[in-house]
Every structure is written in structure tokens, then in C-alpha cells.
């Protein structure tokens, strides 16, 4: 979700302290996430693992997810108005790595599922041809709706509408009623099916784990993990929820609304960002024995960068 400011009311200290803000978060969570993405190309032993792969498309689609939304956020102070067909562009790609992160829940929840209720036939149905086919129908869902906005608008007005210059947020290019339909029946379809799908292989795993016998410790990682999915598809939610929320604090604390509209956008673009790596990057032990060693190298590197500079 892109908010609108208004830049003539925005001080410059105030813009610029927001804008340090999003950006140090930004590149503090890319380079978190960089690492996972690269212990994962490094390592044979993730790229032929189908929970690894969708977990690191979760990861690289929430760097392509943090780098439109913050570019569209600092936009949206810096720019009043911008050419219609490359706002678009920058709406589609966010919208789109918006989307794919629950759909993305659901298919490493499936695979949690089939991984202990039928281990049996894991290696046949998630296979890792068949991940890759799910991770290109996550895009194709997504993409439809997204391109139907522009259709829409299409419908709605002249193709010159592109050559002109609008105000780059959703809202301000995607506002008619038929674009509002659009986004509250696919949005609410697919949130919904999230939903039941993360529920369905939670109910499904708990039972698993208290009738196991012999590996009830895989068991209960894999509900945890699930558990943690839920509040992933929660915080993914949040994007949902914020314009009520905003115009619920806005209406008490009208004078505090640059500060309402920053911390909400916040948590619900940017922190949800920080917990991916947190599910497997931290509490995936093979993951973690890997991560930690390229962390503790680049950060030994960046500490003796001056030495050996001066060396």
C-alpha cells in the first residue's frame, strides 16, 4: 500500500529523516536477505530441496516487493506527478510481489503437510520441477489481476491517458469503482484460500505430531513453522487493514498524520520483510550453519576493511 503525502505540507527535516529511516531499513533487510539468497545458490544441497526453493522465491520476491515499495514511497515526495505508463509499470511489479507472499505461505505450508502427513509421497508430489511450475503459477495468478487494472483503465478513458502525468500511487491512477471491485474480490478470493489452506495443514500437522511415535520433533517444527506462516499471512494482512486504520487515528490526531502514515506504512510494507529470514535463516539449523558463516566473514571484512586499506 502507497500513501500519498502531500509534499508542500512535509518539512524538509521531516521528509529527510523518513527517508534515511526507509532506506537504512531497506538496506539493512537486502542485506540480510542477500545472504540467504546467496548461501542458497551456493549450496547444492538448498537448490535441489523444493522447501528451500520456495522459501528463498518468499525471500527474493520480498526484495523485489521492498525495493518497489520503498522507490514508489520516496517518489511519492519527490515527484508530484509522473508519466502514466511508467507509474503503471512500477504499480504492476508492486502489486504483483505484493500478492505473491501469501500465495507463497500456502504452497510452503502444502509442502509441510505432504512432508510429514505423507512422506511417503513427498519426493513425487514436490518435486523440483513440479515447485518451479507452482512458483510460475504464483506469478501467473498475480499477474492477471494486476493487468486487469490497466485494462480497466483502458476501458474507462483514451490510451493517451498514458502519455499523461498522474500522481504515482494506486489510488490516484486505480480508483474507480470497478478497479475497488476488482481489488476486494481477488484480494479477499485468494486471502481467503490462504487462510484455510494454512489452518487445514496446521489441524492436519498437530495431529501428526501427537500421534508420532518415532519423529514427533519434525513434527513440531513443522507446526511452529506453520504457526509462523499464519503471522506472516497476518502481517501481509496488515496492507489491508492500514487505510482503516489510518483514518481512525487521523480523525483523533489530526496534527500527527505524517507520523501516523510513516509508522503504519512501516509496519505493514517494510518490517513484515524482517521476519522471512528469521523463520529459516535463524531457526532452520542448516540454514542457519551457513548463513552465519558468510555473516561472520563479511562482517569481520567490514570491521579490517580500514586496516587493510591503510595496509
Not at 82 to 105: G, R
Not at 143 to 171: M, Q
Not at 181 to 193: A, F, H, P, T
Request: contains cysteine; aromatic residues 14%; hydrophobic residues 50%.
Amino acid at each position: 500500500t502507497i500513501v500519498r503525502m502531500n509534499s508542500s505540507q512535509v518539512t524538509y527535516e521531516d521528509a529527510t529523516g523518513k527517508h534515511c529511516i526507509l532506506v537504512g531499513l531497506g538496506v539493512f533487510i537486502t542485506y540480510i536477505n542477500g545472504i540467504l539468497v546467496f548461501a542458497f545458490f551456493k549450496h547444492s544441497v538448498f537448490y535441489m530441496d523444493p522447501r528451500y526453493i520456495l522459501y528463498i522465491h518468499l525471500v527474493i520476491n520480498d526484495l523485489m516487493m521492498l525495493f518497489f515499495s520503498v522507490l514508489l514511497y520516496v517518489l511519492s515526495y519527490t515527484l508530484l506527478f509522473m508519466n502514466a505508463a511508467l507509474c503503471s509499470v512500477l504499480l504492476l511489479f508492486a502489486s504483483m510481489t505484493s500478492e505473491n507472499s501469501p500465495l507463497n505461505l500456502a504452497g510452503m505450508a502444502i509442502e509441510r503437510y505432504i512432508a510429514i502427513c505423507k512422506p511417503l509421497h513427498h519426493t513425487q508430489l514436490c518435486s523440483v520441477n513440479r515447485t518451479y511450475i507452482l512458483i510460475g503459477l504464483i506469478w501467473l495468478l498475480n499477474f492477471i489481476p494486476a493487468l486487469t487494472d490497466i485494462f480497466i483503465l483502458l476501458v474507462n478513458g483514451p490510451v493517451s491517458i498514458f502519455s499523461r502525468s498522474v500522481s504515482c500511487y494506486s489510488k490516484g491512477l486505480y480508483g474507480s469503482n470497478q478497479h475497488l471491485m476488482r481489488s476486494l474480490i481477488v484480494e479477499s478470493l485468494y486471502l481467503s484460500c490462504v487462510f484455510l489452506t494454512l489452518f487445514f495443514t496446521y489441524i492436519k500437522v498437530l495431529q501428526a505430531a501427537k500421534a508420532a511415535t518415532s519423529d514427533k520433533v519434525s513434527a513440531r517444527k513443522a507446526q511452529n513453522t506453520i504457526l509462523l506462516h499464519g503471522l506472516q499471512l497476518l502481517l501481509c494482512m496488515l496492507a489491508y487493514v492500514t487505510p482503516f486504520v489510518n483514518y481512525f487515528f487521523l480523525a483523533l490526531f489530526p496534527k500527527y498524520w505524517t507520523i501516523i502514515l510513516f509508522s503504519t506504512y512501516l509496519l505493514s510494507n517494510i518490517l513484515p520483510r524482517l521476519l522471512s529470514p528469521l523463520i529459516y535463516g535463524v531457526r532452520d539449523q542448516q540454514m542457519f550453519k551457513y548463513v552465519k558463516r558468510y555473516l561472520t566473514c563479511s562482517l569481520f571484512f567490514l570491521k579490517n576493511e580500514p586496516n587493510m586499506l591503510k595496509s
